[in-house]
């Protein structure tokens, strides 16, 4: 497999020098891991797991620190400074990650946080970000079924609902009237597919659709009762609000888990609580 900049990759170690160890590059040559990321057990022929990206001289380098994102990914990242260059992003290593003004949606600022797509910009051979991130999405048809279960980034809020980057592949819709728990931008969770358009365009849920939807709501609302010791006093005659609080689901779907795991003998309902048997 070809060595990628910007990518997580598995190394021959060549040789040690006194500034570190040259690793073996294939076709971009040779490699520098500096000291500060070797141990004393690393000998020549040894391989081992590192990041490969330019430090502040454009040379390639490798680190064994893990960065918030690799090329092809996008995430959520603070602005840590700006220039006349654009704006610098704290990705997890030594060297700040760019984005370039040409490539900022809106005027970053100091010390707040956006949702970018890093990439290998081909022209210059550097790893940048991008805050115009719709461009680099919905670039390929989508090939989901409903209830796939994907992963998602909430990158935006709209008065439909939350915009969610889809297994860095696609966007999609949450729609907030069916949402029952609090979201924020930059939120990691899990999701699935409930309908693909004619337009290509993804609705999403945060709960399964079909008939694993009730087993997954039960778990959900299990695993609650669990973290509080075993009882909660909620009952389905509980408050609304409160039901999406604790559980983070419509009083409707907390009053079908709860009666799957009644009929299953998990829970007993007593008059001022539900409790595991």
């Known amino acids: 497999m070809q060595v990628g900049i910007g990518q997580i990759n598995r190394l021959k170690v060549l040789r040690r020098v006194s500034v570190g160890a040259y690793l073996d590059g294939e076709t971009l040559g040779d490699i520098l891991l500096p000291n500060r990321y070797l141990s004393d057990a690393i000998v020549e022929g040894d391989e081992v797991e590192v990041f490969v990206y330019l430090d502040s001289e454009d040379r390639l380098i490798a680190t064994t620190e893990t960065p918030l994102a690799k090329v092809g990914d996008f995430a959520f990242m603070r602005v840590v400074a700006t220039s006349k260059f654009g704006a610098f992003l704290d990705w997890g290593l030594m060297k700040d990650l760019l984005v370039p003004f040409r490539e900022q949606a809106v005027k970053m600022e100091k010390d707040r946080w956006y949702v970018v797509y890093v990439y290998l910009d081909h022209e210059t051979g550097r790893i940048v970000a991008s805050a115009k991130i719709n461009k680099f999405l919905d670039n390929v048809s989508p090939q989901y079924q409903q209830g796939d279960e994907v992963d998602l980034l909430i990158a935006a809020h709209t008065d439909l609902g939350y915009k969610a980057v889809i297994n860095n592949l696609h966007s999609g819709l949450l729609y907030n009237n069916?949402?029952?728990?609090?979201?924020?931008?930059?939120?990691?969770?899990?999701?699935?597919?409930?309908?693909?358009?004619?337009?290509?365009?993804?609705?999403?849920?945060?709960?399964?659709p079909g008939y694993d939807k009730t087993a997954s709501l039960s778990e959900q609302v299990l695993s609650v009762i669990k973290e509080a010791g075993g009882f909660m006093d909620v009952t389905d005659k509980s408050d609304p609000e409160r039901i999406v609080q604790l559980f983070g689901m419509s009083k409707k779907n907390f009053k079908m888990a709860l009666g799957a795991l009644y009929r299953e003998h998990i829970v007993s309902l007593e008059k001022d609580g539900v409790r595991i048997l």
């Not at 931008?185 to 399964?208: H, M, S």
């Open 178 to 208: 069916q949402i029952f728990r609090k979201l924020n931008i930059g939120q990691q969770l899990k999701g699935y597919i409930n309908k693909i358009r004619e337009d290509d365009k993804i609705d999403l849920l945060l709960e399964k």
